[in-house]
């Protein structure tokens, strides 16, 4: 399984540095080394640390300072990238705010706003993008 760098994170945090959206993840299937924020199906917001292996062989994953897993196989990665790691992705969080999440159980403010600015920017593109409905064009029946 090739274990990618820290790269797609760091651009990540420079395009959030300079007001921008984060660039897409790139892999579908594959996690990219990082630090996240997640918000869960209970309005929870956690951590997420994605860490190669230092044998290079898969990743070491952190979910909200008591999960920790290791994902070693093709198949594993592709599962939690699909269930879990493409939710996190649209949420990278720097080294210090990770770090001042795990040690207070608090997001500095900034990374709740980001996450609004983000949802509206987001929106506002998927809007950009619809198709406008032809009012003269109606269904007859």
Known sequence: MKVPSYDWWASCL????????????????VPL??????????????????????DGSGFQVVIARGIRFTLTTAAQAEDWCERTFAYCAENPVSAVEYAAWWNSGEW??????????????????????????????????
């Open 108 to 141: 500095p403010p900034e990374v709740a706003e980001r996450e609004t600015e983000l949802k509206r920017r987001r929106r506002a593109r998927v809007e950009a993008q619809r198709r406008p409905r032809n009012p003269s064009a109606s269904r007859t029946a």
């Open 14 to 29: 420079r395009a959030l540095a300079a007001g921008e959206v984060p660039p897409s993840c790139p892999e579908r299937d």
């Open 33 to 54: 080394p990082g630090r996240y924020h997640w918000r869960k199906r209970d309005g929870e917001v956690v951590g997420v640390a994605v860490d190669p292996l230092e």
